[in-house]
């Protein structure tokens, strides 16, 4: 009887391991997986350059010091995901969802990030120049240090956001709205503001030096201490250093 139930045992543990998978764990350090959530389409391949996750769904991820750049994740699932000093220049991330991330020190310099669901998520001193973030979802993000130079975030609603000291030089915010956001030592240089609204935002110690504020909503900024050698808005001046 007992070889019988082993007999049995055996014959189910082979039909189980035959069933296809769809999920697989990985924790990844530089480009060695040891896999913890990642679902299977080519999700099984290890972080690495040009690597295809798309649509793939990853949970409690861990990335570090990893190169990943051309990656293609767009519309991956990877909530609460940790991507340590990652590099994921020119990766494709359009439409993830990636509320809850963690991205700090990553470089993701001309990435695609149109309609990524970016709630809640942590880019401290994140690279970001270059990227297209229109559509995303912003709600709660923090930006603090970030790279933002040459972005394309016009249209963007970053309310409420958190980008001290972050770099926004040549990024393009046209009609984006930054209401109630701590842009405290934010620079703002040669940035295409053209009908933003920056209402009740601190940018106390930022620059908006050579910026165009056409038509932008500045009601209750607090730009105390701030450069604003702008123009297209009364707040804006020019010293005699700057006129010929």
């Given at each position: 009887m007992k070889s019988t139930i082993k007999l049995f045992m055996i014959f189910g543990t082979i039909l189980i391991s035959l069933i296809p998978t769809t999920q697989i764990s990985a924790?990844?350090?530089?480009?060695a997986a040891s896999h913890h959530a990642v679902q299977l389409n080519n999700c099984y391949a290890s972080p690495s350059p040009r690597v295809n996750w798309s649509g793939c769904h990853v949970g409690n991820a861990?990335?570090?010091?990893?190169?990943?750049?051309?990656?293609?994740?767009?519309y991956i699932v990877a909530q609460n995901g940790l991507f340590y000093n990652v590099n994921l220049s020119g990766a494709n991330l359009k439409n993830s969802v990636l509320a809850g991330g963690n991205f700090a020190y990553s470089d993701l310099s001309g990435a695609d990030l149109r309609g990524a669901d970016l709630r809640n998520a942590d880019?401290?001193?994140a690279n970001l120049s270059g990227v297209d973030m229109?559509?995303?979802n912003l709600v709660g993000a923090r930006f603090p240090g970030v790279d933002f130079s040459n972005a394309n975030l016009a249209g963007q609603n970053?309310?409420?956001?958190?980008?001290?000291?972050?770099?926004?030089s040549?990024?393009?915010?046209?009609?984006?709205?930054?209401v109630g956001v701590?842009?405290?030592?934010?620079?703002?240089?040669d940035t295409d503001l053209r009908g933003a609204n920056l209402e009740n935002s601190?940018?106390?110690?930022?620059?908006?030096?050579?910026?165009?504020?056409t038509g932008a909503n500045l009601g209750g900024l607090d730009y105390s201490g701030t450069e604003m050698s702008c123009r297209g808005s009364p707040v804006c001046h020019k010293t005699d250093s700057d006129n010929p």
């Open positions: 924790q990844v350090y530089g480009n861990e990335v570090h010091f990893a190169n990943m750049t051309g990656a293609n994740l767009s880019f401290y001193h229109r559509g995303a970053m309310s409420h956001t958190n980008i001290i000291g972050a770099d926004l040549d990024a393009d915010l046209q009609n984006a709205t930054l701590d842009m405290r030592n934010a620079i703002f240089d601190d940018v106390t110690g930022g620059s908006f030096a050579d910026s165009d504020l």
